[in-house]
């Protein structure tokens, strides 16, 4: 069926603009709420192997005799791919159309995930991983895309809430499902999972999604400024990504960020003198826009670095299995199910800055909870914060994106979308390094005085790294042989040390939180929110 194609009158300088000169979609292609129902389908596809493939790791290692570093590139590899190649892959939906690229995107990303479960070589995993990643950064800004050009100003808040909710209801419940697909199936069905959802997505996107482009989209490519700004990213995610191992002052730690810095303002220079570039640099003058980017920055960084100690306390501290673990941490999901669409509800009525504001306060306050949690403490407070947590980031998920993407311009909603996931990603890994480093810096401090208080014989420097490092992940240093009472004291001494490293962790993350509530008041609803669809009838 040949698509139909939506012409938008708006400028990059424009404000509120006339909505399309086309008439409204009758019928299934290009309803707005089918629409959602189309790209839903395929973002859960992403979001959810964003979290699912961690529980299957052990299982593919040990099938295909893999090394621990090896299945540390499964998920880094992939994170690499995503993240670097966002931003481009919105400029190609705003330039060829968001339908085509967010099909090609789902027919990408559920083929190399059928391709990795029929890998028989860590190898191939890691390759069809970075496959995964591409068609991922094409389907991402596409769907927002979709939802832009499809949705009326007053109802894209609603459309964006039931989006957030999809994206967290899947990512939270990854080691869920996860967790019973690996125990009961194969580390394969991981990945098969993605075959059939994908076929769904492309079925109901060859008959629902309308292509909507702008009459001044982009006719062009910045070559140069593409390879700028994927050399930028790379080198700044490769070195959040390796930090940790190599050490916050070490040199080539050091070497990938200064790389990043030159590369962004070697970029930023570009920008200003190509003529059709790949980011215009206008685009920032909106300062809405710029504090949702940063918003997005600062919450990825408070619940995504803060989330990853909380797995492993649940499992490690707590001894749960991982469904167990995940069960757990429904509380987080189901608020963010039932919050998202009634945050979309209030920004309409109200605007984004209060619910951006409170959800950022929310955020804090469970963090700060987060931190004053024990090695006992029960499963009912613990539900407290991580619902608490839910009903924070609900409203900053759907808020910011509005944001984002209703403060640019119809003809780079892609590049907006674009914007918006790499700094989600960008916010996590920083997230992760960052508090892992606090927690690496705690424990090392820690570890040593609360090992002799406990009366155990002291440790080599070698012993002592060896004992930090499974300490920094809740793992007691149990040396096989190690009579019962010793046993009892290490472990004690082990979780001790790693609930005070993650509640220094959880309390830094409470401070970012902090800060962004003053950063949610710089936003506004978006001013080119009309340009989308609003001549659509719903």
Same mark, same amino acid.
């Given at each position: 069926?040949?698509?139909?194609?939506?012409?938008?009158?708006?400028?990059?300088?424009?404000?509120?603009?006339?909505g399309?000169?086309?008439?409204?979609?009758?019928?299934?292609?290009?309803?707005?709420?089918?629409?959602?129902?189309?790209?839903?389908?395929?973002?859960?596809?992403?979001?959810?192997?964003?979290?699912?493939?961690?529980?299957?790791?052990?299982?593919?290692?040990?099938?295909?005799?893999?090394?621990?570093?090896?299945?540390q590139?499964?998920?880094?590899?992939?994170?690499?791919?995503l993240?670097?190649?966002?931003?481009?892959?919105?400029?190609?939906?705003?330039?060829?159309?968001?339908?085509?690229?967010?099909?090609?995107?789902?027919?990408?990303?559920?083929?190399?995930?059928?391709a990795?479960?029929?890998?028989?070589?860590?190898?191939?995993?890691i390759?069809?991983?970075?496959?995964?990643?591409?068609?991922?950064?094409?389907?991402?800004?596409?769907?927002?895309?979709?939802?832009?050009?499809? !949705?009326?100003?007053?109802?894209?808040?609603?459309?964006?809430?039931?989006w957030?909710?999809?994206?967290?209801?899947? /990512?939270?419940?990854?080691?869920?499902?996860?967790?019973?697909?690996?125990?009961?199936?194969?580390?394969?069905?991981?990945?098969?999972?993605?075959?059939?959802?994908?076929?769904?997505?492309?079925?109901?996107?060859?008959?629902?999604?309308?292509?909507?482009?702008?009459?001044?989209?982009?006719?062009? !490519?910045?070559?140069?400024?593409?390879?700028?700004?994927?050399?930028?990213?790379?080198?700044l995610?490769?070195?959040?990504?390796?930090?940790?191992?190599?050490?916050?002052?070490?040199?080539? /730690?050091?070497? !990938?960020?200064?790389?990043?810095?030159?590369?962004?303002?070697?970029?930023?220079?570009?920008?200003?003198?190509?003529?059709?570039?790949?980011?215009?640099?206008?685009?920032?003058?909106?300062?809405?826009?710029?504090?949702?980017?940063?918003?997005?920055?600062?919450?990825?960084?408070?619940?995504?670095?803060?989330?990853?100690?909380?797995?492993?306390?649940?499992?490690?501290?707590?001894?749960?299995?991982?469904?167990?673990?995940?069960?757990?941490?429904?509380?987080?999901?189901?608020?963010?199910?039932?919050?998202?669409?009634?945050?979309?509800?209030?920004?309409?009525?109200?605007?984004?800055?209060?619910?951006?504001?409170?959800?950022?306060a929310?955020?804090?306050?469970?963090?700060?909870?987060?931190?004053?949690?024990?090695?006992? /403490?029960?499963?009912? $407070?613990?539900?407290l914060?991580?619902?608490?947590l839910?009903?924070?980031?609900?409203?900053?998920?759907?808020?910011?994106?509005?944001?984002?993407?209703?403060?640019?311009?119809?003809e780079?909603?892609?590049?907006?979308?674009?914007?918006?996931?790499?700094?989600?990603?960008?916010?996590?890994?920083?997230?992760?390094?960052?508090?892992?480093?606090?927690m690496?810096?705690k424990?090392?401090?820690?570890?040593a005085?609360?090992?002799?208080?406990?009366?155990l014989?002291?440790?080599?420097?070698?012993?002592q790294?060896?004992?930090?490092?499974?300490?920094?992940?809740?793992?007691?240093?149990?040396?096989?042989?190690?009579?019962?009472?010793?046993? /009892?004291?290490?472990?004690? $001494?082990?979780?001790?040390?790693?609930?005070?490293?993650?509640?220094?962790?959880?309390?830094v993350?409470?401070?970012?939180?902090?800060?962004?509530?003053?950063?949610?008041f710089?936003?506004?609803?978006?001013?080119?929110?009309?340009?989308?669809?609003?001549?659509?009838?719903?």
């Open positions: 069926m040949t698509s139909q194609t939506t012409l938008d009158k708006t400028g990059p300088g424009d404000g509120a603009s006339p399309p000169s086309s008439a409204p979609a009758k019928g299934l292609r290009g309803h707005p709420w089918f629409t959602l129902i189309t790209v839903a389908v395929g973002v859960m596809m992403v979001a959810l192997d964003g979290t699912i493939v961690a529980i299957a790791n052990p299982a593919i290692a040990s099938d295909l005799g893999a090394t621990f570093a090896q299945v590139w499964i998920t880094n590899a992939y994170f690499l791919a993240a670097v190649t966002l931003i481009t892959a919105g400029k190609l939906g705003d330039r060829f159309g968001h339908r085509q690229t967010f099909l090609i995107g789902v027919v990408g990303f559920a083929a190399a995930s059928g990795i479960g029929l890998s028989d070589s860590i190898a191939m995993v390759v069809f991983r970075v496959f995964q990643g591409l068609f991922g950064a094409l389907l991402m800004p596409a769907a927002l895309g979709l939802l832009r050009a499809t !949705f009326p100003a007053e109802k894209l808040n609603m459309a964006i809430g039931i957030g909710m999809v994206i967290g209801a899947s /990512t939270a419940g990854g080691p869920i499902l996860g967790g019973v697909l690996v125990e009961h199936v194969n580390w394969q069905s991981v990945f098969f999972i993605n075959v059939p959802v994908g076929i769904i997505a492309v079925a109901l996107g060859a008959l629902i999604l309308l292509d909507h482009r702008a009459a001044n989209a982009p006719r062009s !490519f910045d070559i140069l400024g593409i390879a700028l700004l994927s050399s930028a990213m790379f080198c995610v490769w070195a959040l990504i390796k930090a940790p191992e190599w050490g916050w002052g070490a040199g080539l /730690t050091w070497l !990938f960020l200064g790389v990043a810095v030159a590369g962004f303002v070697a970029f930023a220079v570009w920008e200003t003198r190509v003529k059709e570039p790949l980011i215009p640099l206008g685009l920032f003058r909106s300062v809405p826009l710029s504090a949702g980017v940063v918003l997005m920055v600062m919450m990825a960084i408070a619940f995504m670095g803060g989330l990853f100690f909380v797995t492993f306390y649940l499992q490690n501290v707590h001894g749960m299995s991982p469904i167990d673990a995940g069960l757990h941490l429904l509380p987080l999901t189901g608020m963010m199910i039932v919050g998202s669409p009634l945050a979309g509800l209030a920004i309409t009525k109200v605007g984004p800055r209060l619910p951006l504001a409170g959800g950022m929310f955020t804090a306050l469970a963090m700060y909870g987060m931190s004053t949690l024990e090695t006992d /403490t029960s499963s009912a $407070v613990m539900s914060w991580f619902a608490l839910g009903l924070g980031l609900a409203p900053v998920m759907v808020g910011a994106t509005e944001v984002i993407v209703g403060n640019a311009p119809m780079l909603s892609g590049v907006a979308g674009g914007l918006q996931q790499a700094a989600m990603q960008i916010g996590g890994s920083l997230g992760t390094a960052v508090l892992g480093a606090v690496a810096s424990v090392d401090s820690d570890l005085g609360n090992w002799v208080a406990a009366g014989p002291g440790l080599t420097p070698e012993q790294a060896e004992a930090s490092e499974a300490v920094q992940v809740g793992v007691p240093p149990i040396a096989p042989g190690t009579p019962a009472e010793v046993a /009892t004291k290490i472990t004690d $001494v082990a979780h001790d040390t790693f609930i005070s490293g993650m509640s220094l962790a959880s309390l993350a409470a401070g970012v939180a902090a800060v962004a509530i003053f950063v949610a710089l936003t506004k609803r978006g001013a080119n929110a009309e340009a989308g669809a609003g001549a659509a009838h719903i």
